[in-house]
């Protein structure tokens, strides 16, 4: 019995997409009811509660604001990626992978500055529902970036030797894995106007 | 899954414009918020309109008309705007 897996480079009669492609997409589906469902956490506790904080008086706007257009250009950075793949320039393609790659770092690294920040003055997820609800929409999005940047290396370095053997299949997981990319990064620009900004 | 050069420049083309778009739009969601101007629930509730319009457009583009991957995520939309809705109702 054969353990290939089949529709990886050409679609599927049925689906007419190649598998990977209809996996990402129903993972993001279930990640979109994931972080929908936080969300809605968020409107039942401030909706449910007499006095809510604005964002914008507790946590750093300006930070976060750098943050956001780091995880924005991160996103270029990615799609540039896939656009040398496709164009077969492997070279390039590292070279944007790799500063996605940093740029996800940089973001991780201001990430926690503002939680060293929050800490330094005893604010734990514990401190009320606001506290609560940040931590764990951030903390969840941040696990989500270190996914992302963990795929990435594998992508650049040892995933990489995939071009070599078989380059549609590996342009295919680039563009499934800048899918998620994507994904992250769209979130991201929801949480930061939902948790900083009103 | 070969890709012409058009298609490549196309496809580039799309993204940075949307993720532009996205970076103007915090932008200026973050200026609406520092200062007290008026009818600025007004503005803010275009602006997340605008974010989800464009997130819409984006995922449809992305999709490039593949029937089983807009009917997930319209199942998706939809539930998602459910599990959004239930909290409004006691």
Request: include cysteine.
């Amino acid at each position: 019995m054969s353990a290939e897996i089949r529709y990886i480079s050409k679609p599927h009669p049925v689906t007419g997409v190649v598998n990977s492609k209809l996996g990402i997409w129903c993972f993001l589906a279930s990640e979109i009811m994931l972080f929908g469902g936080l969300f809605s956490t968020f409107v039942l506790l401030r909706a449910g509660s007499s006095t809510w904080p604005h964002g914008y008086d507790l946590l750093n706007v300006p930070l976060a604001t750098l943050n956001t257009l780091i995880l924005i250009a991160s996103s270029i950075t990615m799609v540039m990626a896939w656009a040398e793949l496709a164009g077969k320039n492997l070279k390039a393609f590292k070279k944007y992978l790799a500063a996605t790659i940093v740029l996800g770092c940089v973001f991780l690294v201001l990430k926690g500055f503002e939680y060293g920040m929050k800490f330094e003055h005893h604010i734990y997820p514990s401190k009320n529902n606001f506290y609560g609800i940040y931590f764990t929409i951030t903390g969840l999005h941040i696990l989500h970036l270190i996914g992302g940047i963990v795929v990435n290396l594998y992508f650049l370095f040892p995933g990489s030797k995939l071009w070599e053997k078989d380059p549609d299949q590996f342009l295919g997981r680039i563009e499934v894995a800048g899918l998620y990319w994507h994904f992250v990064d769209l979130v991201w620009l929801f949480v930061f106007p939902t948790l900083y900004l009103l | 899954m070969s890709h012409t050069a058009e298609e490549i420049k196309k496809h580039v083309k799309v993204d940075v414009t949307v993720l532009a778009l996205f970076a103007f739009l915090t932008l200026v969601h973050v200026a609406v918020t520092r200062t007290s101007l008026a009818g600025s629930d007004l503005i803010i509730a275009v602006l997340y309109a605008a974010r989800f319009g464009l997130v819409a457009y984006y995922f449809h583009y992305l999709t490039k008309g593949k029937s089983i991957i807009t009917i997930t995520l319209l199942l998706t939309a939809f539930f998602l705007g459910v599990l959004l809705i239930i909290p409004l109702f006691k």
